[in-house]
């Protein structure tokens, strides 16, 4: 593996993630904004706007499933690309305990992902 992490560029607008597509990379964001979104009958249903330093996709480096939502460049995005290879890495000496911890919270994550959506397609 090399140690240089992989960098994109994603002009505004620009969609960098689908839900439903194979989830295989999560991304840290190094610059710009995103908004991070889910298709719920027929509707685009706003999760959350994330920015610097802050990560998505993040379920891909577990689950290796699905995403479970849209995200898209709300500005010029610079993105650094996180596999799980590269996460097992950086966590390869971690306490077991913190690794299930981490995927319990994420399982929990996308639990209230599900409540808020169907609570602001009612609304």
């Known amino acids: 593996?090399?140690?240089?992490?992989?960098?994109?560029?994603?002009?505004?607008?620009?969609?960098?993630?689908?839900e439903g597509d194979d989830a295989r990379e999560a991304f840290m964001i190094e610059r710009g904004k995103v908004r991070v979104y889910i298709?719920?009958?027929?509707?685009?249903?706003?999760?959350?706007?994330?920015?610097?330093?802050?990560?998505?996709?993040?379920?891909?480096?577990?689950?290796?499933?699905?995403?479970?939502?849209?995200?898209q460049a709300i500005e010029e995005t610079t993105v650094v690309?996180?596999?799980?290879?590269?996460?097992?890495?950086k966590i390869r000496l971690c306490d077991p305990m913190i690794r299930a911890l981490i995927r319990m919270m994420m399982e929990r994550q996308r639990q209230t992902n599900e409540q808020i959506a169907d609570l602001k397609e009612k609304a």
């Not at 685009?44 to 849209?70: H, K, P």
């Not at 690309?81 to 890495?89: A, N, V």
């Open 1 to 18: 593996m090399s140690d240089v992490l992989e960098t994109f560029i994603f002009p505004e607008g620009r969609t960098i993630i689908e």
């Open 39 to 71: 298709n719920k009958n027929g509707k685009e249903v706003d999760l959350a706007e994330l920015g610097e330093d802050q990560i998505f996709g993040e379920t891909a480096l577990f689950t290796g499933s699905e995403y479970g939502a849209s995200v």
């Open 81 to 89: 690309k996180i596999t799980p290879e590269i996460l097992d890495i």
